[in-house]
């Protein structure tokens, strides 16, 4: 055990302390004691009106990196891809345990060890025009409190003296996954005051199912001491009870399954709150795209994937899924892949990064700027090499009595 955590009562008026923050530069957790009640409290109508989108973090990259192959991932090649499905609201019988996909091959590629990662696409070196990956986007539908986009949401939160809005979802009985910079600045700072509020519509939370205080996380080692965008990602341990609900937010609204140690050429639905302009927050937005190439943000460690996509500041954290259903029962295919049938929603990556090139603080144009309609995630993985990987992350989130 490279953790252990102190837990002093339950309940949204709970009051829980975590310790032994940080082991062999392993994920990271704030040790600090955390009051559900004080942070329902602090957010206030107004507060949650006046909090501004996170920006989604730029990424200043060179003409070289553009231009470079994909880094090589000794280890990963040979490691299995997994999935945990999901669970619709209130089952008694879901089985949350790890497994491997079936038929692996169809899923990882088969070239040699340290040479896994695939490039769907052309990896674009014009801000202004790409070339960038086709995406499609929308408003979602309503309902949008039904499973499975029950399970996504706005995520208040205060870092540096500032109140926030960023994106997560559901994927514990009381864990969310959001990206690590709604959690923690990269320079060792915490967010305090976080809030989670699922199918938030219209600047209004859900009357009937209100928010969850956010009373623990873990965040990877090398983003909180470095801000690595290669493992921006976060999970965070709910309340057992939300502001409105006697019960954990998972047996309210379902929980999305995860996946792993999938190839970066998955066609991906993702979702999220989008705040900046030209979006005001108050709807929950989604993309469809395929991931069309890789980018090594951090040479040395995991390499990102990129999708196309226009969403901004609000929208980070927000779920990359495969297999989506929408909620739909099962429909007979003939490709014979369980990643494509319904009843996956299996989350592979959150909204994380954009690059930019030259200038971060400059429009686009065919030679510096941000690279506007891309939007990169962390892989997702689970690897013997790397001790902060994904799922060593969510796995200590899900290890918390909340969870039981």
């Known amino acids: ?35 559900a009640k004080a942070i329902a409290s602090y957010w206030t109508p107004e507060r949650m009106a006046n909090a501004k989108p996170m920006p989604t973090p730029l990424v200043p990259v060179t003409a070289l990196s553009l231009a470079s192959p994909p880094a090589s991932q000794e280890g990963d090649a040979l490691a299995v891809p997994g999935y945990v499905p ?15 996909l079936a038929s692996p091959s169809a899923f990882s590629e088969s070239a040699a060890p340290g040479d896994w990662i695939s490039m769907h696409g052309t990896k674009p070196i014009n801000p202004r025009t790409g070339p960038y990956g086709p995406f499609q986007r929308w408003r979602e539908a309503l309902p949008i409190n039904a499973y499975p986009k029950s399970t996504v949401g706005k995520l208040f939160f205060t870092l540096n003296g500032q109140n926030f809005v960023c994106s997560a979802s559901v994927i514990g009985r ?93 066609a991906e639905r993702t979702f999220g709150y989008p705040q900046a302009a030209p979006f005001n927050g108050g709807t929950l937005q989604t993309t469809a795209s395929t991931e069309w190439y890789t980018h090594d943000f951090r040479v040395g460690g995991p390499v990102s994937k990129l999708i196309g ?20 029962a099962e429909t007979a295919d003939t490709d014979g892949s369980i990643a494509t049938d319904p009843g996956s929603n299996w989350v592979n990556g959150v909204n994380s990064h954009k690059r930019c090139l030259v200038n971060c603080n400059t429009p686009p144009t ?24 994904s799922e060593d992350v969510i796995r200590l989130c899900l290890a918390h009595a909340n969870n039981l």
Not at 86 to 100: E, F
């Open 174 to 266: 009381s864990t969310l996954i959001t990206a690590g910079h709604c959690n923690s600045d990269g320079t060792q700072t915490f967010a305090v005051n976080r809030l989670f509020c699922p199918s938030f519509n219209n600047g209004a939370q859900d009357l009937a199912r209100g928010c969850w205080s956010v009373v623990g996380s873990f965040v990877s080692f090398q983003w909180h001491n470095g801000g690595d965008p290669d493992y921006d990602y976060s999970c965070l341990i709910t309340a057992v009870t939300g502001t409105r609900v006697a019960n954990k937010i998972g047996n309210v609204t379902g929980t999305l399954g995860r996946a792993w140690n999938f190839a970066a050429s998955q």
């Open 366 to 389: 065919t030679t510096s700027g941000v690279f506007w309609q891309e939007m990169s995630s962390p892989p997702f993985r689970f690897v013997t090499t790397d001790n902060n990987d």
């Open 309 to 328: 996509s226009d969403l901004t500041g609000g929208s980070s954290g927000g779920p990359w899924v495969i297999g989506w259903t929408g909620g739909l």
């Open 86 to 100: 999901g669970c619709r609201p209130n089952t008694t019988d879901c089985d949350p345990v790890a497994r491997p």
């Open 1 to 35: 055990m490279r953790y252990s955590k102190a837990i002093i009562g339950v309940g949204l008026w709970s009051v829980i302390t975590i310790t032994n923050v940080q082991a062999q530069n392993g994920p990271v957790s704030e040790g600090a004691t955390v009051e």
